[in-house]
């Protein structure tokens, strides 16, 4: 189909090892990143534990103006994690990203993540976003569930949720109808005005973003999910670091 691809990923791991010899399981996210041709236009990854990863790697999602957000910044405020699973076309979620005390039904299950709730939230913003086409659910293993299989509850809950989301699709995409309202911010830097749209329906914002190069491929992420935050930013003469990181990605 010759489309980018926003890519969302949910696991307490990275998956970037670039030993050939690791687990598949290990280092899928590395081939991703590496794949030719090359259709990744954006790579977000939510709740990954600091102690259970190499500093690196994060700092290599940086440079190619990918994100990467620790468990602990989604406890804080889940709502603001919400733009970037609206701006997903694509979610694989691993069960390992969920505390073991919730889900212990997987191979590295581990004491501290995500609740089972918050998960649920996730897998709802999730089937609410509607571009996402694509969700799977990763590294359930039926033999390390406990006895009750808690882990297939939690699991078969965060799908209900998804469909529950998906069924609640306002369809806002027609950013010319009238189901919008357009701000237009004026700052003291470059860009000289920032363009916001919200929904009349679903109180959600998006803002909009130039696309330099001129390319068809990159239109339809030129007009980017973000929060009330990031409007707020740009009404104080500062430009959004999610207005940033679209405009290197489109560059």
């Keep these: ?47 990954y534990q600091s102690y259970l990863i190499d500093p690196l790697c994060v700092s290599i999602l940086e440079k190619l103006y990918f994100e990467a957000f620790r468990i602990g910044q989604i406890r804080t405020n889940l709502t603001e994690i919400e733009p970037v699973i609206r701006n997903a076309d694509m979610l694989s979620f691993d069960i390992t990203a969920i505390r073991s005390s919730d889900a212990p039904g997987s191979n590295q299950a581990q004491p501290f993540g995500l609740t089972g709730e ?38 078969a809950t965060m799908i209900w949720y998804f469909v529950e989301g998906y069924y609640h699709r306002k369809n806002d995409q027609n950013f010319t109808s009238n189901d919008f309202l357009k701000y237009v911010v004026s700052t003291p830097v470059e860009p000289e005005t920032l363009a916001f749209y919200k929904s009349k329906f679903s109180d959600k914002w998006w803002m909009e973003v130039p696309n330099p190069s001129g390319k068809k491929q990159y239109a339809r992420n030129s007009i980017v999910p973000c929060s009330y935050n990031d409007y707020q930013t740009a009404t104080k003469g500062e430009v959004p670091e999610r207005y940033i990181n679209t405009l290197a990605k489109l560059n």
């Design 118 to 155: 918050e998960a649920c939230q996730i897998c709802w913003y999730a089937g609410l976003n509607e571009k996402l086409s694509s969700v799977g659910f990763y590294e359930y293993a039926p033999d390390a569930d406990d006895s009750q299989k808690k882990t297939a509850s939690v699991v």
């Design 1 to 47: 189909m010759d489309k980018l691809v926003s890519f969302l990923n949910v696991d307490a791991f990275l998956d970037l090892d670039e030993k050939k010899d690791s687990p598949a399981n290990q280092q899928h996210i590395h081939k991703i990143l590496l794949h030719e041709p090359n259709f990744l236009f954006s790579y977000s990854h939510l709740a």
